[in-house]
């Protein structure tokens, strides 16, 4: 599928694809922008990653940008954030993720776009859009998360138990998802929910309260 008319439309994807080419680096929206501009909501906040420094990018579009624009950065989790506008963009390079049995804290190693989609929670958020002039406006689609739109279904991109012991608040994340969009839950993923509902023991209260 290709999506790069509603991109063309706003000047802001061309300066990060722009900026990224300067850079010698791949990127790509992701997440809940792209799904949104599928399911045709609103929504002003656009996720970017990269096949390198997300800090860097945010910082070369920043520069580009002809604007005064400040780039938050968080190091600690190597990603940026700034504002354009009406547009909230964070930028992130892609990662490959693995997790300790006790622990939502990942361990995070550099990685490629398919990494980057595998560690997602669901395949309608493992959705993502090339900003690469020889593809642009791409929908790249490794796990059905279109399919799954136009059915109204939550579903993890790998075995649910995997998505779901490595990070057991995504569980809670399904059910939000299924109230908010109107969705089902898959029923192999929602087994695993049952299956695994104690693994919840590990997300602070906090986080808890957050994500509801």
Do not use: H
Not at 124 to 151: C, H, M, T, V
Not at 192 to 211: G, H, L, N, T, Y
């Amino acid at each position: 599928m290709q999506l790069a008319q509603p991109l063309q439309e706003n000047p802001l994807f061309e300066l990060i694809a722009r900026s990224a080419a300067q850079q010698g680096v791949e990127a790509y929206v992701i997440g809940g922008f792209v799904r949104d501009l599928l399911l045709k909501r609103p929504s002003k906040d656009i996720d970017v990653v990269c096949v390198g420094s997300g800090i860097d990018l945010a910082r070369r579009v920043a520069g580009n940008s002809g604007r005064q624009v400040e780039v938050a950065v968080f190091q600690n989790f190597g990603t940026a954030m700034l504002r354009l506008g009406e547009w909230e963009v964070e930028f992130v390079g892609a990662r490959r993720e693995s997790y300790q049995r006790d622990s939502r804290k990942p361990i995070v190693e550099d990685g490629t776009l398919e990494d980057d989609q595998n560690r997602r929670d669901f395949t309608i958020n493992a959705l993502a859009i090339s900003l690469q002039a020889q593809n642009f406006g791409e929908l790249i689609d490794p796990f059905g998360g279109l399919r799954d739109l136009d059915k109204k279904i939550i579903r993890t991109p790998l075995d649910p138990e995997i998505t779901f012991s490595d990070d057991p608040l995504r569980m809670m994340r399904a059910v939000r998802f299924a109230s908010q969009l109107g969705f089902d839950i898959e029923a192999d993923t929602f087994d695993a929910i049952r299956r695994m509902k104690d693994r919840i023991e590990i997300v602070s209260r906090e986080r808890i309260i957050e994500e509801l």
